[in-house]
């Protein structure tokens, strides 16, 4: 029978183990908490809150949803829901981790779209308080459905479908 010991040195693991937790907590700042889009943790509990979620990213809406009503996301995705979803998805949202659930679907009239001809919409999608989704939508002829990001006139609109 073979038995060997080891001197461990509590310092040495201390010094290790700080280590790590700092170059972890370094990942998360740079990769995680840098990034300012709002995700699934923005809670939204009331009307005020939904306003002020869609204020965050520079809208001016018209302060009571113009609708408001349940919606239930599909179970198994199709071409449609996939598109829509890979538009969530750069946003830092995905619809996928609540397939078969019920949420609430409040819309709101923006009315600052730049350069807007026609309506353009707020939807916000709400799971228990939380915002999980959304987007922006231009009703006009060459209008497009958007991420709540502004656009501006020097960069071309992100996330259209």
Not at 63 to 92: A, C, D, H, M, W
Not at 130 to 138: A, F, L, P, S
Request: net charge positive; glycine share 8%.
């Amino acid at each position: 029978m073979l038995v060997m010991t080891a001197k461990v040195n509590k310092k040495k693991i201390a010094i290790i183990v700080a280590a790590v937790v700092i170059v972890v907590a370094g990942l998360f700042l740079i990769f995680g908490g840098s990034d300012s889009t709002p995700t699934a943790s923005t809670g939204v509990s009331n009307n005020d809150a939904r306003v002020a979620f869609l204020k965050s990213f520079g809208w001016e809406v018209t302060t009571s949803p113009v609708e408001s009503g349940q919606v239930r996301i599909p179970e198994t995705g199709n071409e449609v829901f996939n598109r829509y979803n890979e538009l969530q998805k750069s946003q830092g949202y995905d619809l996928s981790a609540y397939a078969g659930k019920t949420v609430m679907r409040y819309v709101y009239q923006i009315n600052n779209y730049p350069d807007a001809t026609a309506p353009v919409y707020a939807t916000l999608l709400i799971y228990k308080n939380q915002v999980i989704g959304g987007d922006v939508t231009n009703t006009a002829a060459n209008g497009s459905i958007r991420s709540f990001k502004m656009p501006t006139a020097t960069t071309p609109p992100a996330g259209d479908s």
